[in-house]
T-cell receptor, first 111, second 112 residues
Framework: QKEVEQNSGPLSVPEGAIASLNCTYSDRGSQSFFWYRQYSGKSPELIMSIYSNGDKEDGRFTAQLNKASQYVSLLIRDSQPSDSATYLCAVTRQGAQKLVFGQGTRLTINP | EAGVAQSPRYKIIEKRQSVAFWCNPISGHATLYWYQQILGQGPKLLIQFQNNGVVDDSQLPKDRFSAERLKGVDSTLKIQPAKLEDSAVYLC??????????FGPGTRLTVL
C-alpha cells in the first residue's frame, strides 16, 4: 500500500464548475497535509496547507481534512482553464519535515 | 526575495557517466531538500539537510548518489555512475520553518 494515494486521472471538468481532488494516506501519525500544483515542465507550487480536521478556505480553493478516515481533499470552485495542472497531495509525519507525495492527479479544465 | 536556484536546467549523459547538480536555497533557509521526480510520479525525497548536517538520507541510493552542503548554504548532488533509471527531474527545495517548502525549477536529467 502506498503511503499517499491519489487517482492519477485525468480529471476533466468544465469551466466554471467545481473540481474535486481526493487523497488518502496510510500513516495515522501524519500531521500536516499539503496540496501542490504543478504545471507541465514546472516545479511544484504550494497552494494549500491544512493541519486540523475540517475545512480551510483560501479564495477559490477549499481543503478538507478527515483524520479518522485518513482522507484529504481539495475543492476548486469556479474552475478556470489556468487551473489545468497536476495536483500533488503531500503529508508529513509528526516530528518530521519530510514530505511524502502522492503520484498526483492531472486536472483539465475545458473551456 | 530570490527563489531557489538550480543549475544546470537540463543535462544529457550516457549511462555510467557522472553528473553533478547544484542548488542555492532561499537566503536564510536552514533546511534544504533534494527530491527525485520520475515522469508521472510525485517527488521522492532523496536527502534532507539541516544547515550542513544530514537529517534524512534513507532513500538515497548511496552506492551511486552523494550529496553535500559543506557551508550550510548551497548544495551539490552527484550521481556516479549514472543508470538509465536515473532519468528524472531533480528538484531542490528549501524551508525556513517546519512546514513550507519552496521548490527550485529543477534539473531534467536524461541518461542514454
Amino acid at each position: 500500500q502506498k503511503e499517499v494515494e491519489q487517482n492519477s486521472g485525468p480529471l476533466s471538468v468544465p469551466e466554471g464548475a467545481i473540481a474535486s481532488l481526493n487523497c488518502t494516506y496510510s500513516d495515522r501519525g501524519s500531521q500536516s497535509f499539503f496540496w501542490y500544483r504543478q504545471y507541465s515542465g514546472k516545479s511544484p507550487e504550494l497552494i494549500m496547507s491544512i493541519y486540523s480536521n475540517g475545512d480551510k478556505e483560501d479564495g477559490r480553493f477549499t481543503a478538507q481534512l478527515n483524520k479518522a478516515s485518513q482522507y484529504v481533499s481539495l475543492l476548486i470552485r469556479d474552475s478556470q482553464p489556468s487551473d489545468s495542472a497536476t495536483y500533488l497531495c503531500a503529508v508529513t509525519r509528526q516530528g518530521a519535515q519530510k514530505l511524502v507525495f502522492g503520484q498526483g492527479t492531472r486536472l483539465t479544465i475545458n473551456p | 526575495e530570490a527563489g531557489v536556484a538550480q543549475s544546470p536546467r537540463y543535462k544529457i549523459i550516457e549511462k555510467r557517466q557522472s553528473v553533478a547538480f547544484w542548488c542555492n536555497p532561499i537566503s536564510g533557509h536552514a533546511t534544504l531538500y533534494w527530491y527525485q521526480q520520475i515522469l508521472g510520479q510525485g517527488p521522492k525525497l532523496l536527502i534532507q539537510f539541516q544547515n550542513n548536517g544530514v537529517v534524512d538520507d534513507s532513500q538515497l541510493p548511496k552506492d551511486r548518489f552523494s550529496a553535500e552542503r559543506l557551508k550550510g548554504v548551497d548544495s551539490t548532488l552527484k550521481i556516479q555512475p549514472a543508470k538509465l533509471e536515473d532519468s528524472a527531474v531533480y528538484l531542490c527545495a528549501s524551508s525556513r520553518d517546519q512546514d513550507t517548502q519552496y521548490f527550485g525549477p529543477g534539473t531534467r536529467l536524461t541518461v542514454l
